[in-house]
């Protein structure tokens, strides 16, 4: 996506030596970006007293479950395997 914009963005300063308001355009267009493209780290910066730890441990709270329903399914689909290795854990 950024290789995307950043192209756009080249397109329309080379159009704005002809005319300025392409310059603007770019402007615009990078600003956009920058406030709304960039993924949800930018967009939870501006909440609470502390936006960086709700998200933080949000996106914990999801690994940490994810995480464990893959091994859920992986002691279910092989159970000979995860035994093994209890074994070895265990030792």
Do not use: C, N
Not at 15 to 41: E, I, K, M, N, P
Not at 51 to 76: H, L, V
């Amino acid at each position: 996506m950024g290789t995307i914009v950043l192209a756009g963005t080249a397109v329309l300063v080379i159009l704005g030596f002809t005319d300025h308001s392409w310059w603007l355009a770019a402007g615009a267009l990078l600003f956009l970006y920058v406030q709304y493209g960039r993924g949800s780290s930018s967009a939870s910066s501006g909440t609470g007293a502390a936006p960086g730890t709700a998200a933080t441990y949000r996106q914990y709270r999801e690994r940490r479950d994810q995480q464990a329903k893959w091994e859920r399914r992986y002691r279910r689909e092989r159970p000979f395997e995860a035994r093994r290795q209890a074994r070895e854990k265990s030792k």
